[in-house]
């Protein structure tokens, strides 16, 4: 009764999504990786311009780094996408160009947790398995009235063992797991659930005992670690000179500013400091728009930088600025 109250609440009150027109793996792939860190309403452009632009396993495995990285520009987190061309690789060397069909087998590709691999592989496939995300943990957190931590493996563990317990038959599986999750996405909210219009609500034990709110437990980490930054945005007047980050930490591979000032400089302007807030890090920034006449081929308009480099969501706000104070009639800056 519970799946069937379940699938028939679905039918009637699902999202019509791009990627739930058919049950092509790769657009599900993408879709899932995508929706990891951003919700759905948010990343349905990105999807879409992505598809477009690599529709298809080979053309994601051959894209340039470049191009990949502007793909992703705005959805941060960008080791998923550095992890979507490794695995896209792997496919074309080992699976002829596929995604493999079991939970199993996808789980050892590059970027694809027990979660990922589940939806894949069930939703795509039709295994009969399950896909746990944060969404499918409250619910059945509420369900079950379980006041474990769901931050560690116990918690987690026994909210796994509950969803497969709970898994239709494999016809139905498509459905069933889409369903858990749309009901955590719509109904199940975190906070205010909408008890009043859920279609499960009669084998919810939060819900008979009335702590659905307190549910899920999740007992915080540590704080996260502060780093303080100075950055220097180098201009000629017109254009701004943008950097490669190193190999090695956040945001690699991506473009930034210096933490430098130019040898040369003739006048400077602070811009309005920023926050950035990473997993584990907070990155409270300072910067300054630096006039100089040292310019060098890392020097580029902002249309061009608009078109071809990824600047990540850290440094949008310099960017935004010194665009501002450069190219405003209005705005003209404060030097120093
Ligand atoms: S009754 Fe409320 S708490 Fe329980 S599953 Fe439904 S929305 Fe969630």
Avoid at 157 to 172: H, R
Avoid at 192 to 205: F, N, V
Avoid at 214 to 237: A, C, F, H, M, S
């Amino acid at each position: 009764m519970f799946q069937q109250d379940l699938l028939t609440w679905y039918q009637h009150n699902k999202r019509e999504l791009p990627f739930r027109k058919n049950r092509n793996a790769y657009q599900i792939w993408i879709s899932e990786i995508m929706a990891q860190q951003t919700r759905i309403e948010a990343m349905l452009p990105y999807f879409e311009r992505f598809i477009e632009e690599l529709p298809d396993m080979k053309s994601l495995a051959e894209v340039s780094d470049e191009k990949l990285n502007k793909l992703w520009q705005g959805l941060g987190y960008y080791s998923r996408a550095r992890n979507l061309k490794k695995c896209a690789q792997v496919c074309m060397a080992q699976y002829d160009g596929k995604l493999p069909p079991t939970k199993e087998q996808l789980k050892k590709l590059p970027g694809i947790g027990p979660y990922t691999a589940g939806a894949i592989a069930s939703i795509a496939y039709g295994q009969r398995v399950s896909c746990v995300d944060g969404n499918v943990i409250r619910v059945f957190s509420r369900i079950y009235d379980c006041h474990e931590d769901m931050a560690r493996s116990k918690g987690r563990k026994y909210i796994e063992k509950k969803v497969d317990e709970s898994l239709p038959e494999a016809a139905y599986i498509h459905d069933y797991n889409q369903a858990l999750m749309e009901l955590g996405a719509l109904i199940c909210v975190p906070s205010g659930p909408r008890c009043d219009r859920c279609p499960i609500r009669a084998y919810c034990k939060g819900y008979a005992n009335q702590t659905c709110d307190q549910l899920p437990v999740l007992i915080k980490k540590k704080n996260r670690r502060i780093e303080k930054k100075t950055i220097y945005i180098w201009t000629d007047g017109t254009r701004i000179r943008l950097v490669k980050r190193s190999e090695k930490g956040l945001l690699y591979q991506l473009y930034g500013f210096d933490e430098q000032q130019p040898e040369h400089s003739i006048r400077r302007v602070e811009l309005t400091p920023y926050t950035h807030i990473f997993s584990h890090v907070e990155w409270h920034m300072k910067a300054f728009l630096v006039y100089t006449d040292q310019a060098d081929e890392n020097f580029h308009t902002f249309s061009d930088i608009q078109k071809k480099y990824a600047v990540p969501s850290a440094f949008q706000p310099f960017l935004t600025e010194a665009e501002t104070l450069i190219q405003g009639k209005e705005n003209r800056p404060n030097w120093t």
